[in-house]
């Protein structure tokens, strides 16, 4: 007992000492305001006005939500390369500076809901092609912008509901600018008249989660033929809102008639032929190392020999023939694309468009390629840091508890009395004798190892062997 009191302070500033290893390594704190658990800081509701002096460089999800931000400025996220989500919805920003999410290209997901946006403009969200999902609802929004969307390649889901649009840039969605956008919520706004040969030129999965409902669309046999299509194919976007699909007749919101419901008035409409949908084939994976030369085909279930190819690059952006200038980078007719002494930047999503030019249709091929880096170099400094410190804690408990006590206050045992032999013939069978005794002592305490070696050295006794 006397001993763990006295090692219990030594293991108290052992412990201290990897706990200020492992803050040294980080070198950032949580601002005080905020609450920070493992890569998550959540600021939610804590009545800022701006924005805390210093994020923790190490985000990978941020939420500013319900609080009171009315301004953000060129790059007020610039240290958060790491940022992957950002929640600011129930804020009062009214516009978005230029370069506002620069820096932070490794976003997915951008929550701007429920705040006072008038206009969404074309430089709002540059740069940030991993973008996979947007949310604009519930804002004050009358106009989007026709470049607004065009750089956002990763886009799958975005919402403008619940705003006062009038006009969307639709020719601006195309299959090979939004490969795998599948939601384009633009209900309950004000849409009147839709350019419906931009809305049927559409990607097949945009169509089918286009969400139109609750607007002023007026009654005409385009938008007649275009529904009437997307009902017969059993598009989710009417089935679950089939009451709010409305319409209005000449304009007038008191002649509003229920699409699904009133068909007879638009008898006298010609159905124009089903427009065709684009083949998407299968996502496929590939791992290659750093500095090797990658392949990429572009092989599509489409049948023909008149073809055009482009692809869509993570880092060089559009690729096609007539484009291709980077000496590292080759498309050959045949639709495969070379990548030359690949590094880690050029991981990421590539997309091939395969255009049948004769037939009018298109494919698409997707690869994911994952560059890793030489064994060796892929190994995290922050991994490093943490294994030095457990190490560090190893060798500590180690000394504290397996090396032998050397302390003043350890017991330490009395050293063997040696009898001093004299010469005495009576004496003499007595001191080279067999003691029984002194045997059955030895027996009994072989159990504890470190009194063997004291029995066994007595230079006054031994025990014959038989």
């Known amino acids: 007992e006397e001993t763990h009191r006295k090692v219990s302070p030594v293991l108290l500033l052992s412990s201290l000492l990897v706990l200020l290893c492992l803050l040294r390594g980080s070198k950032e704190t ?52 790491k940022l992957e989500k950002l929640r600011m919805a129930h804020n009062q920003l009214s516009t978005l500076r230029h370069g506002v999410f620069h820096n932070v290209t490794g976003l997915r997901h951008l929550d701007l809901s429920s705040n006072k946006l008038y206009v969404v403009e074309q430089h709002y969200f540059q740069g940030l092609w991993r973008l996979e999902e947007l949310l604009l609802f519930n804002n004050k929004i009358t106009q989007v912008e026709a470049g607004t969307l065009s750089s956002l390649s990763s886009l799958k889901k975005v919402y403008f509901s619940l705003n006062q649009i009038t006009h969307f840039p639709f020719f601006s969605i195309q299959d090979h600018s939004h490969p795998f956008l599948t939601m384009l919520d633009l209900s309950s706004n004000r849409l009147a008249r839709l350019p419906w040969d931009n809305v049927k030129a559409l990607p097949g999965l945009v169509q089918r989660g286009l969400y139109l409902h609750n607007n002023s669309l007026i009654c005409d046999c385009s938008m007649y033929s275009v529904l009437w299509h997307w009902d017969l194919r059993g598009y989710e976007s009417l089935k679950d809102f089939r009451d709010e699909h409305t319409c209005s007749i000449n304009g007038d919101p008191r002649t509003s008639i229920r699409f699904l419901e009133h068909a007879g008035f638009f008898n006298n409409c010609t159905v124009e032929k089903s427009v065709s949908q684009p083949l998407n084939e299968l996502l496929s994976n590939m791992l290659v ?137 009576s004496t003499l069978t007595s001191v080279f004798s067999y003691s029984t005794r002194d045997q059955t002592k030895s027996q009994t305490n072989k159990h504890v190892a470190f009194m063997e070696p004291m029995i066994s050295t007595k230079g006054t006794e031994w025990t014959p062997e038989s």
């Open 30 to 81: 949580c601002p005080s305001t905020c609450l920070c658990i493992s890569d998550t800081v959540s600021c939610s509701s804590s009545g800022l006005t701006k924005l805390p002096l210093s994020l923790p460089s190490f985000s990978v999800t941020l939420d500013l939500s319900h609080n009171h931000l009315s301004w953000l400025g060129s790059g007020s996220f610039n240290n958060l390369v």
């Open 289 to 425: 190392s750093e500095g090797s030369t990658v392949f990429l085909d572009c092989q599509t279930s489409l049948s023909g020999t008149d073809f055009s190819f482009t692809w869509l690059s993570p880092s060089k952006g559009y690729i096609t023939q007539a484009s291709t200038s980077d000496p590292l980078i080759s498309l050959f007719p045949n639709g495969t694309l070379e990548i030359r002494e690949a590094k880690v930047n050029d991981s990421g999503l590539y997309v091939c468009t395969a255009v049948d030019i004769k037939q009018a249709l298109n494919a698409t091929r997707e690869v994911n390629v994952t560059v890793l880096l030489p064994e060796g170099e892929s190994f995290n400094t922050g991994y490093t840091t943490l294994l030095g410190c457990l190490v560090t804690l190893t060798f500590v408990l180690i000394y504290l508890y397996l090396t032998p006590c050397r302390c003043s206050c350890c017991k330490q045992p009395k050293p063997p009395v040696i009898p001093i032999v004299t010469y005495d013939p």
